[in-house]
């Protein structure tokens, strides 16, 4: 299980910067022209894990797979997108396939860079975005509603779309119906302003580590998001560094972790993921699986099969697995359990699962 992020934001925020910053690459065109970036780029990111590292080491594993997260480019909306302006329903259609949403917003002032509006205003811009894609969900649910197609609807998805309009229809936020319907009624729904969101503030280089009066203005306004303070120029410096040279280039700069790690800790959190680690000579690895699976679901993630025919896992935390130095020796030390299928899988469970035939 991996999962996608889409970034989002007005054109010449710096998408494509701190797109080609997170993935490493110069895969994304970086313009200072509105609408450079027309079919989404992708890119496939390894997830740092310190604690896969020293676990795989312990193991003398011949191969390390780290979980992976997938970053998407996509175009830069406009005011009118969900009535088909600028890329309109093409960038609507690229944000449906993502599983949370990076708002990226302007916080900073330059004349260099070309604005679509006249004044710098991160609020704004986060609200135009939000607008269209709350338009966007107007849309689809009075569709979905119609009464010829009602009636291949199960009751629950109808109350659930009903709700969800009369709550636009009222102005409130949407976010209220996710206490009132169960995660896969939701999900299924595939409504754009329910996705989990991430708020970044591209700040100067000067406003680094703690932002300035726009970001500000961000964390005042959106209390109850996650709002991330990074400079898209600095990141994509640092991931052009060889690896030696980053540390010391976050340290002249005031930043602790990267850009990249900021977010795929805001995205774990958004989504309710978390991880579990398998380790052996042949390859210690990192899999990752939503919060409060068991252990039949956990091995289901590897292979289907697991958790057909699951029997037992033997299970250690890191934290023992590495004081210990691995799973015969936690054993001998009485810290590895024998766990059933109905274990609720805690993160960084260091796991070996026990099949039938």
């Not at 193991?59 to 797979?65: G, L, P, R, V």
Request: include cysteine; aromatic fraction near 6%.
């Amino acid at each position: 299980m991996s999962f996608k992020c889409g970034i989002v934001g007005l054109p010449n925020v710096g998408k494509s910067t701190l797109f080609n910053a997170l993935t490493a690459s110069k895969q994304a065109q970086a313009e200072n022209f509105p609408f450079c970036t027309i079919d989404p780029n992708i890119g496939i990111v390894s997830v740092p894990d310190n604690r896969l590292e020293k676990i795989s080491s312990i193991s003398q594993s011949t191969k390390t797979i780290n979980a992976a997260i997938t970053f998407v480019d996509i175009a830069g909306l406009v005011k009118g997108a969900s009535k088909g302006e600028g890329l309109g329903n093409k960038f609507l259609s690229h944000v449906r396939e993502v599983d949370t949403i990076i708002h990226l917003t302007r916080c900073f002032d330059s004349e260099k860079i070309l604005n679509v509006n006249n004044s710098v205003d991160p609020i704004r811009d986060i609200e135009i975005i939000e607008t269209e894609i709350l338009l966007a969900d107007l849309e689809s649910l009075e569709k979905r509603l119609e009464k010829n197609k009602k009636k291949k609807m199960e009751e629950d998805e109808i109350n659930f779309l009903e709700e969800c309009l009369k709550l636009i229809g009222k102005g409130e936020n949407l976010e209220i119906i996710k206490k009132k319907f169960e995660k896969n009624i939701i999900k299924k729904s595939g409504l754009l302003s329910l996705k989990p969101k991430i708020i970044v503030c591209n700040v100067d280089e000067n406003s680094l580590p703690g932002g300035n009066k726009y970001s500000d203005m961000c964390k005042k306004k959106f209390i109850n998001e996650n709002v991330i303070i990074v400079c898209a120029d600095i990141e994509d410096q640092i991931m052009n560094l060889q690896e030696k040279d980053r540390k010391d280039f976050m340290v002249e700069s005031g930043i602790k972790i990267t850009g990249l790690e900021n977010l795929i800790r805001a995205g774990y959190n958004a989504l309710g993921l978390s991880t579990f680690f398998t380790s052996g000579p042949e390859e210690s690895r990192a899999w990752t699986i939503e919060k409060n699976y068991n252990a039949a679901e956990a091995a289901g993630v590897i292979h289907t099969d697991f958790k057909k025919k699951f029997i037992r896992a033997e299970t250690v935390s890191t934290a023992d697995f590495i004081k210990h130095k691995g799973f015969n020796e936690c054993k001998v030390s009485g810290k590895l359990r024998l766990e059933g299928k109905d274990y609720i899988v805690n993160d960084g469970d260091v796991m070996l699962f026990r099949t039938g035939a």
